[in-house]
């Protein structure tokens, strides 16, 4: 029996936006959905989205899932969040985000989370016109055959949670939970992480008493001067954002900082990504705004 919390319970036993969404044929009006899994594989969801097109914003959402009391759960627990969000907010939402609504999930059931995320993805850009089996992260090589994981869904969620065993990644994608013959590769893979992480900590600078943490920085209790934004900026960058953008083939540099503008320059993959929109605010502007100043806006040059 999985320790779930009463919230899991609750959404479970009253699923709370479940069903479709009709087209209403209304002026400034879209009705959309998001799809992904397969019942074959033992999850699926289709979340459908109405959205206001000339605010670009989400006035309903429902579901249908096929799977667990956590899929149910955590299908249910989306659809109330993004509700009266934009599009642009929802794509700031998190697996994790999820998971904190619903009081936690046990991690062998955090797929199911991350099933949420990627429908609602789907949906945001099948509604601007990107179709789910062109997004980025279905292309690349397959690791996982029994349940279609590609190498780039699993190195993002390698990432974006900062998995670091096998076990958890499986836990997060099913990759490696049927045959077992991919688990070397997923190893491979997140020891090329790993890897790529080392590669770009920043050395400890100024307090030569007191080693910087790399991977827990502080917010700012106090008024930072410029010179001491543009540090924390560059240090987050650094450490908190190009290891994320390295394990996906892409990078990112700092240009300059004009007031709350951030200026960056993306680079590799993340350069010529169809998606190069959501990965300035989902991976560096909303890390930006939670580890140096909420105010902080990331433009591309």
């Known amino acids: 029996m999985w320790d779930y919390s009463e919230k899991v319970l609750e959404l479970f036993y009253?699923?709370?936006?479940?069903?479709t969404i009709d087209d209403p044929q209304e002026p400034d009006v879209a009705v959309v959905y998001g799809e992904v899994g397969s019942i074959a594989c033992g999850?699926?969801?289709r979340l459908h989205l109405k959205i206001q097109q000339s605010t670009d914003s989400i006035l309903d959402a429902r579901f249908q899932t096929f799977g667990c009391t956590s899929a149910i759960a955590s299908s249910s627990a989306l659809t109330e969040i993004i509700k009266g969000k934009t599009l642009d907010e929802a794509l700031h939402i998190t697996n994790q985000d999820i998971a904190d609504f619903l009081g936690g999930l046990p991690e062998a059931k955090m797929h199911c989370s991350v099933m949420g995320q990627e429908a609602l993805e789907a949906a945001i850009y099948?509604?601007?016109g990107i179709e789910v089996e062109h997004h980025e992260d279905d292309d690349g090589t397959l690791v996982c055959t029994c349940y279609g994981i590609s190498e780039k869904k699993i190195?993002?969620?390698?990432?974006?949670?900062?998995?670091?065993?096998?076990?958890?990644?499986?836990?997060y994608v099913k990759a490696g939970g049927g045959c077992g013959s991919c688990l070397a590769d997923i190893e491979d893979i997140l020891l090329d992480i790993q890897h790529s992480a080392e590669s770009v900590k920043v050395a400890p600078t100024l307090t030569p008493e007191k080693e910087q943490s790399t991977q827990a920085l502080?917010?700012?209790s106090t008024p930072l001067t410029n010179l001491q934004k543009i540090t924390l900026i560059q240090q987050v960058i650094d450490t908190e954002v190009r290891p994320l953008l390295l394990a996906d083939g892409g990078d990112v540099s700092l240009h300059d900082v004009e007031g709350d503008r951030v200026l960056?320059?993306?680079?590799?993959a993340c350069g010529s990504c169809p998606s190069s929109t959501e990965t300035l605010k989902y991976a560096i502007e909303a890390k930006l705004k939670d580890l140096v100043l909420p105010s902080l806006i990331v433009e591309a040059i």
């Not at 009253?14 to 069903?19: A, E, F, K, T």
């Not at 190195?155 to 836990?171: D, F, K, P």
Request: no cysteine.
């Open 264 to 268: 960056v320059k993306l680079q590799g």
């Open 43 to 45: 999850d699926a969801l």
């Open 14 to 19: 009253n699923p709370i936006n479940q069903g």
């Open 126 to 128: 099948k509604y601007r």
């Open 218 to 220: 502080p917010y700012p």
């Open 155 to 171: 190195r993002r969620a390698i990432a974006e949670n900062r998995l670091t065993t096998v076990e958890q990644v499986t836990n």
